[in-house]
């Protein structure tokens, strides 16, 4: 690996596509959760951003840490992680961050962790032994995390990468999504910009500047009936429509959706996510 010094080979791998309970849900027999279709087994709602930085080192940051971490890193060969970006504190999304330890235990180096204040306040309470570890009665094995607020629209740069946290709207609570784009102005291989944006009702006037010129967005989807605190499947493809990001994937799906069903019915340069996936489809 040698110095280029721009951002190259980013890829944006999803690690789950599924909402808060999964798909297959506990105890249910729909025609999704019996599905022997791969594209309808959804873990939680997170993903990893590969790329290589402008020295030459190759990156990995999450986006979200789900309850189902171990098993998307396991199954996805993950095994550094140099920055995590939270959306929010609901379980589904960050149910996982015990996890991260064990990037601590390879590395050798803390991990840095970006969220807005509210969203650090619930971490800092449910994860005291992680950001207090002084207070533990044993000493233990826990997560090395450097806690960074965000303010909301003030961008952030770390490692050839400029992070961008905007407001969206999940029901009645504001939540963070993320642009992300190349410090060069690169497409860092066809990814950049890139908008993730999972739990979302609302899009308040204040995001529509960092959806504009977007080659990617992750986009939430949750199910065909009304929800108030997701975008249904009409909504997102309606907004979808209206951001005309080069390529849309959507997440977030509950059992309602199954893939078979509805992936031929969308627009063009429109598609519905699954776990696993990788962006862009053709090699960086």
């Known amino acids: 690996m040698t110095?280029?010094?721009?951002?190259?080979?980013?890829?944006?791998?999803?690690?789950?596509?599924?909402?808060?309970?999964g798909v297959p849900a506990i105890?249910?027999?729909?025609?999704?959760?019996?599905?022997?279709?791969?594209?309808?087994?959804?873990?939680?709602?997170?993903?990893?951003?590969r790329f290589r930085d402008p020295m030459g080192i190759d990156r990995v940051w999450l986006l979200d840490v789900s309850p189902d971490h171990r098993s998307q890193a396991l199954r996805s060969g993950i095994r550094r992680c140099d920055g995590i970006l939270i959306t929010h504190s609901h379980v589904d999304h960050v149910w996982g961050l015990?996890?991260?330890?064990?990037?601590?235990?390879?590395?050798?180096?803390p991990i840095d962790l970006y969220a807005d204040a509210s969203t650090l306040a619930d971490l800092q309470r449910v994860y005291e032994h992680i950001f207090e570890p002084s207070r533990n009665v044993n000493g233990?094995?826990?997560?090395?995390?450097?806690?960074?607020?965000?303010?909301?629209?003030?961008?952030v740069e770390s490692q050839g990468l400029r992070l961008i946290p905007f407001q969206v709207l999940?029901?009645?609570?504001?939540?963070?999504?993320?642009?992300?784009?190349?410090?060069?102005?690169?497409?860092?291989?066809?990814?950049?910009?890139?908008?993730?944006c999972t739990d979302v009702s609302g899009l308040p006037?204040?995001?529509?500047?960092?959806?504009?010129?977007?080659?990617?967005?992750?986009?939430?989807?949750?199910?065909?009936?009304?929800?108030?605190?997701?975008?249904t499947v009409d909504q997102a493809v309606?907004?979808?429509?209206?951001?005309?990001?080069?390529?849309?994937?959507?997440?977030?799906?509950?059992?309602?959706?199954?893939?078979?069903?509805l992936s031929p019915r969308l627009p063009t340069g429109m598609m519905l996510g699954f776990d696993g996936l990788k962006l862009p489809k053709s090699p960086c």
């Open 98 to 109: 015990d996890e991260v330890r064990r990037y601590n235990a390879i590395m050798g180096s």
């Open 238 to 261: 309606a907004h979808a429509g209206d951001v005309s990001a080069q390529l849309t994937v959507f997440v977030h799906m509950s059992h309602d959706i199954q893939h078979a069903e």
């Open 3 to 21: 110095a280029t010094g721009v951002v190259t080979n980013a890829q944006l791998e999803l690690l789950g596509t599924g909402t808060s309970s």
């Open 140 to 155: 233990s094995f826990v997560a090395n995390l450097v806690a960074h607020r965000v303010t909301p629209s003030v961008s």
């Open 27 to 49: 105890g249910c027999d729909c025609p999704t959760c019996v599905s022997t279709d791969p594209h309808d087994r959804r873990l939680r709602t997170s993903a990893a951003l």
């Open 170 to 196: 999940h029901g009645r609570t504001p939540v963070l999504a993320w642009r992300i784009e190349a410090v060069d102005g690169g497409d860092g291989g066809g990814l950049f910009p890139l908008a993730y």
């Open 205 to 231: 006037p204040t995001a529509y500047p960092h959806l504009q010129g977007l080659q990617t967005l992750v986009l939430d989807m949750l199910r065909f009936r009304s929800h108030p605190s997701h975008f």
